[in-house]
Nanobody, 124 residues
């Protein structure tokens, strides 16, 4: 079983950038497909981006395409989400998640392990 801890959230202004990190322990991160999700107050948890085991394949939801980049460093057991050109509608708690199978999906039910989340707030 893997444990995930997110960091890097904060309060920024529209147009700023942030980089979120998700550090894994307990098992090698290379065993998992990884993803970022987010949840705004009163909203369902939403898929943001996913990355394959080696990092060779990534995809993201349309609303962040071209602004957010998911990456991973398996040697450091860490996954990242680089967020540029942030907008107020990006405000949410951001979660990283690990998929121990080969689903590589965008549904939260397809991911087996979750971090506790990190708050990102973008002011206008």
């Amino acid at each position: 079983q893997v444990q995930l801890v997110e960091s890097g959230g904060g309060l920024v202004q529209a147009g700023d950038s942030l980089r979120l990190s998700c550090a894994a322990s307990g098992r090698a991160l290379s065993s998992y497909i990884m993803a970022w999700f987010r949840q705004a107050p009163g909203m369902e948890r939403e898929f943001v981006a996913a990355i394959s085991w080696s990092g060779g394949y990534t995809y993201a939801t349309d609303s962040v395409e071209g602004r957010f980049t998911i990456s991973r460093d398996n040697a450091k057991n860490t996954v990242y989400l680089q967020m540029n050109s942030l907008k107020p509608e990006d405000t949410a708690v951001y979660y990283c998640a690990a998929d121990r199978s080969v689903r590589f999906g965008r549904k939260s039910s397809e991911y087996d392990y979750w971090g506790q989340g990190t708050q990102v707030t973008v002011s206008s």
